[in-house]
């Protein structure tokens, strides 16, 4: 079946660090990929949508200069927190869809990152 | 707007006992797709169901079964005989078809505990 790899699956940085975390379709090519975030003991809250070759959509609220996402290959995006504080620490899941004959994707996600920022 | 609500925020049960997870979600959408995730510890969403608005037939797999009805717009779920290694959060989730199946609204999730 599909696998999707995302890398790092935790990651300890100090405040105002940059932190990068990539997410793989690793036998199949999508040319969409969506960023979602959970907080401890939350839902996921999906952040932004990421489209190959073009600019990522981001939801109401979620900073596109915080969060840059870029999805340069059929098979690659990733998410850059930039400048990253402690309220920035949360789970950030990764998913990609692979479209069925029948027009209805088959999303698979990512084991998600684990991020802490001291 | 679209919405999910799992009203139960937490569910403790003994090993054996049957429990239903209960999901009601709202979209103006004639069609959608509803799923079930299980999130065990290490955070990993593992799909369980997906289904697609047309499809109004319940679903049985294993221990697992789903019911879903248009008119009240739910879409429950119900584990047989639980066990401990059941214990997780339940994520029920809503896709529009403009979406084609992405993009998806997550309930606010289950947190089931099967003790021993």
């Known amino acids: 079946g599909a696998v999707v790899s995302q890398h790092p699956s935790w990651v300890i940085c100090k405040s105002g660090t940059s932190v990068k975390i990539e997410c793989r379709s690793l036998?199949?090519?999508?040319?969409?990929m969506f960023w979602y975030r959970q907080f401890p003991k939350q839902s996921l809250m999906l952040m932004a949508t990421?489209?190959?070759?073009?600019?990522?959509?981001?939801e109401q609220g979620v900073e596109k200069d915080k969060f840059l996402i870029n999805h340069a290959s059929l098979t690659l995006s990733t998410l850059t927190v930039t400048s990253a504080h402690p309220e920035d620490s949360s789970f950030y899941i990764c998913?990609?869809?692979?479209?069925?004959?029948?027009?209805?994707?088959?999303?698979?996600f990512g084991a998600g990152s684990r991020l802490t920022v001291l | 707007a679209q919405k999910v609500t799992q009203a139960q925020t937490e569910i403790s049960v003994v090993e054996k006992e049957d429990v239903t997870l209960d999901c009601v979600y709202e979209?103006?959408?004639?069609?959608?797709?509803l799923f079930w995730y299980k999130q065990p510890p290490s955070g990993e969403l593992v799909f369980l169901i997906r289904?697609?608005?047309?499809?109004?037939q319940n679903e049985i797999s294993g221990r697992y079964s789903w019911n879903f009805q248009k008119s009240t717009s739910s879409f429950n779920f119900t584990i047989t005989a639980s066990q401990v290694v059941d214990s997780a959060v339940y994520f029920c989730?809503?896709?529009?078809?403009?979406?084609?199946?992405?993009?998806?609204?997550f309930g606010q999730g289950t947190e089931l505990s099967v003790k021993p």
């Open positions: 998913s990609a869809g692979s479209l069925m004959a029948a027009g209805a994707n088959v999303l698979t």
């Open positions: 036998d199949f090519q999508a040319t969409t």
């Open positions: 990421s489209n190959e070759g073009s600019k990522a959509t981001y």
């Open positions: 979209t103006r959408d004639t069609t959608y797709y």
């Open positions: 289904r697609n608005s047309f499809d109004e």
């Open positions: 989730a809503l896709s529009e078809a403009r979406n084609q199946g992405g993009k998806l609204i």
